[in-house]
């Protein structure tokens, strides 16, 4: 083995650093996806002069990590672009012992910061193959997380939604109510300049008035209407400003649920955009010939026999989405086994649906697939849900 003086180790002999193309096959798809954004592998495949526009992000993905088996320039290139970006996280961890390196990966798989670390921990000499097995199973579950993250913050989404909306329509009450309070207090103050005006003329005349009795009875009477008409200014003055401080109120929180809501979207399209990429990878590792021309996929042909067929737009969504070609059969043999078998040669893989399918078509599997050294699986559910748990699996037994 090669060595090189480690400058943090005082002239201690450490191992030299494992390069990407040493690395198992079925490492280089998750490094890409975990490692580096796809704006990143783009940049490098452009200096590569690929026409890197002409490719959607899967088809990017793809490429790249078919040129991680052995070495050339983009092999060497993105090894060179990990070591650089990943800099601090090589000299702090690279040359870790296993007991220390494992603790400080859960610390960081707690807190969601292992891009660094994995690049670390996978091209780390010292470190053991069960270590870098659990680590790679741990960056591997994430994928299967994602999903259900990605529905929780569609919920909230929705959730926040409906909360604002409440809040703009009460604010709309509150600013028709305090337009309707400013209409009254304008007219209680015309009201009471009015009187005051009267009380005065009033004044005025009783000075030359030998009738003083009735002066003071039509003052008093004044005075006391013009009380009723202060406290009532008062009391619209009251909920008026009442009315203004609720609606500050609710603009404040309206903003902030525009905020949250704002937070709940970009969180909903980076968990979709990683969902969609860790399931595309998880068909790269099965569909990617080692020895491949750049971007030459395999899909792997999925047969299901029974099932909903009012579910089959969705069923094949759900199966092309990771990596399979979809077919489907109802499960009906009224014209003949002829056709299912024809199927079931065509097929790499068979979901045989046991709660909505015929006997004859779930016996003509159980008989036919092994003859025909077909692989199949039995379904107990053949929901949406029951069927992506199926392909998880078989996906997990062929990464295995």
């Given at each position: 083995m090669k060595t090189k003086i480690n400058s943090?180790?005082?002239?201690?002999?450490?191992?030299?650093?494992?390069?990407?193309?040493?690395?198992?096959?079925?490492?280089?798809?998750?490094?890409?996806?975990?490692?580096?954004?796809?704006?990143?592998?783009?940049?490098?495949?452009?200096?590569?002069?690929?026409?890197?526009?002409?490719?959607?992000?899967?088809?990017?993905?793809?490429?790249?990590?078919?040129?991680l088996f052995r070495e050339n320039m983009v092999s060497c290139m993105i090894n060179a672009y990990l070591d650089k970006k990943y800099r601090v996280e090589i000299a702090r961890f690279g040359f870790l012992e296993e007991a220390k390196l494992m603790m400080i990966w859960r610390d960081k798989m707690a807190e969601g910061d292992i891009c660094g670390l994995y690049w670390a921990v996978l091209t780390n000499p010292l470190l053991p193959e069960e270590s870098i097995n659990r680590v790679v199973g741990e960056v591997h579950m994430l994928s299967h997380l994602n999903g259900g993250l990605c529905r929780q913050e569609r919920m909230k989404l929705k959730r926040l939604a409906e909360e604002k909306q409440k809040y703009v329509v009460r604010l709309r009450q509150c600013r028709s109510r305090e337009k309707e309070l400013a209409a009254e207090l304008d007219a209680a103050r015309i009201c009471i300049a009015k009187m005051e005006r009267q009380l005065q003329e009033q004044n005025t005349r009783s000075r030359s008035s030998e009738d003083g009795q009735d002066y003071r009875q039509m003052l008093n009477s004044l005075k006391i209407e013009n009380n009723?008409?202060?406290?009532?200014?008062?009391?619209?003055?009251?909920?008026?400003?009442?009315?203004?401080?609720?609606?500050?109120?609710?603009?404040?929180?309206?903003?902030?649920?525009?905020?949250?809501?704002?937070?709940?979207?970009?969180?909903?399209?980076?968990?979709?955009?990683?969902?969609?990429?860790?399931?595309?990878c998880q068909a790269l590792d099965s569909g990617i010939s080692a020895g491949g021309e750049a971007g030459e996929i395999k899909k792997r042909r999925l047969l299901l026999v029974g099932g909903n067929s009012g579910l089959n737009n969705h069923y094949r969504d759900l199966i092309n989405g990771m990596g399979w070609e979809f077919r489907h059969h109802d499960g009906c043999l009224n014209g003949g086994r002829q056709s299912l078998t024809e199927m079931l040669k065509w097929s790499d893989l068979i979901l045989c649906s046991l709660d909505a399918n015929s006997h004859g078509a779930v016996h003509c599997v159980k008989e036919l697939a092994p003859k025909l050294h077909k692989e199949y699986r039995l379904l107990g559910n053949s929901s949406l849900s029951g069927i992506s748990r199926a392909l998880a699996e078989q996906s997990d037994t062929c990464t295995a």
């Amino acid at each position: 083995m090669k060595t090189k003086i480690n400058s943090c180790s005082a002239g201690l002999l450490m191992p030299e650093r494992k390069k990407i193309w040493e690395l198992r096959p079925n490492l280089h798809c998750s490094i890409c996806g975990t490692c580096l954004s796809i704006e990143e592998q783009r940049q490098i495949l452009k200096k590569m002069k690929v026409p890197e526009k002409d490719y959607r992000d899967y088809e990017i993905h793809a490429i790249v990590a078919n040129n991680l088996f052995r070495e050339n320039m983009v092999s060497c290139m993105i090894n060179a672009y990990l070591d650089k970006k990943y800099r601090v996280e090589i000299a702090r961890f690279g040359f870790l012992e296993e007991a220390k390196l494992m603790m400080i990966w859960r610390d960081k798989m707690a807190e969601g910061d292992i891009c660094g670390l994995y690049w670390a921990v996978l091209t780390n000499p010292l470190l053991p193959e069960e270590s870098i097995n659990r680590v790679v199973g741990e960056v591997h579950m994430l994928s299967h997380l994602n999903g259900g993250l990605c529905r929780q913050e569609r919920m909230k989404l929705k959730r926040l939604a409906e909360e604002k909306q409440k809040y703009v329509v009460r604010l709309r009450q509150c600013r028709s109510r305090e337009k309707e309070l400013a209409a009254e207090l304008d007219a209680a103050r015309i009201c009471i300049a009015k009187m005051e005006r009267q009380l005065q003329e009033q004044n005025t005349r009783s000075r030359s008035s030998e009738d003083g009795q009735d002066y003071r009875q039509m003052l008093n009477s004044l005075k006391i209407e013009n009380n009723e008409l202060r406290l009532k200014l008062e009391e619209l003055n009251r909920k008026c400003q009442d009315y203004k401080e609720e609606s500050r109120q609710l603009l404040r929180d309206n903003d902030e649920l525009e905020k949250q809501v704002r937070q709940q979207k970009e969180a909903i399209i980076q968990l979709c955009r990683e969902s969609k990429m860790m399931a595309r990878c998880q068909a790269l590792d099965s569909g990617i010939s080692a020895g491949g021309e750049a971007g030459e996929i395999k899909k792997r042909r999925l047969l299901l026999v029974g099932g909903n067929s009012g579910l089959n737009n969705h069923y094949r969504d759900l199966i092309n989405g990771m990596g399979w070609e979809f077919r489907h059969h109802d499960g009906c043999l009224n014209g003949g086994r002829q056709s299912l078998t024809e199927m079931l040669k065509w097929s790499d893989l068979i979901l045989c649906s046991l709660d909505a399918n015929s006997h004859g078509a779930v016996h003509c599997v159980k008989e036919l697939a092994p003859k025909l050294h077909k692989e199949y699986r039995l379904l107990g559910n053949s929901s949406l849900s029951g069927i992506s748990r199926a392909l998880a699996e078989q996906s997990d037994t062929c990464t295995a």
